[in-house]
Nanobody
Framework: QVQLVESGGGLVQAGGSLRLSCAAS????????MGWYRQAPGKQRELVAA??????TYTDSVKGRFTISRDNAKNTVYLQMNSLKPEDTAGYYC????????????????WGQGTQVTVSS
C-alpha cells in the first residue's frame, strides 16, 4: 500500500502563487508515476499534471503557469502554480501508480485526501 499526503493548499488572490506538495510513503517502490488531479463543484475531475521518468504532461489550461516536479529522495511530488485564476479553484488530489498511462487515464491505484485551492478575483 501507498499513502499520499498533500499539503500547500489555501486561499490566494488572482495572479498569486501556491505550491502543492504530496509526500508518498509505504510501498513506494511500486510507484513510477505521480500526478495531480482537480475537481471543482459540479465539474468532472480532470488531470492537471503528471510526471514519470522522462515524461511530463499538463492539461492545456495550466500550460505555462503550472510546473510539476518530483524529488525522488524525498518521495515527494510538487505542483508549482503561478498566475492563478479563479477558474483554478478546486480540490486538488495527488495520485500515484506504477503506470503513467493508468495514472493519466484517471484510474490510478493510489489517491490522497485532497487539498483545497481557492483563488479569489
Amino acid at each position: 500500500q501507498v499513502q499520499l499526503v498533500e499539503s500547500g493548499g489555501g486561499l490566494v488572490q488572482a495572479g498569486g502563487s501556491l505550491r502543492l506538495s504530496c509526500a508518498a510513503s509505504g510501498s513506494i517502490f511500486s510507484i513510477n508515476a505521480m500526478g495531480w488531479y482537480r475537481q471543482a463543484p459540479g465539474k468532472q475531475r480532470e488531470l492537471v499534471a503528471a510526471i514519470t521518468d522522462g515524461a511530463e504532461t499538463y492539461t492545456d489550461s495550466v500550460k505555462g503557469r503550472f510546473t510539476i516536479s518530483r524529488d525522488n529522495a524525498k518521495n515527494t511530488v510538487y505542483l508549482q502554480m503561478n498566475s492563478l485564476k479563479p477558474e483554478d479553484t478546486a480540490g486538488y488530489y495527488c495520485a500515484a501508480d506504477r503506470s503513467f498511462m493508468v495514472l493519466t487515464s484517471g484510474s490510478a491505484n493510489y489517491w490522497g485526501q485532497g487539498t483545497q485551492v481557492t483563488v479569489s478575483s
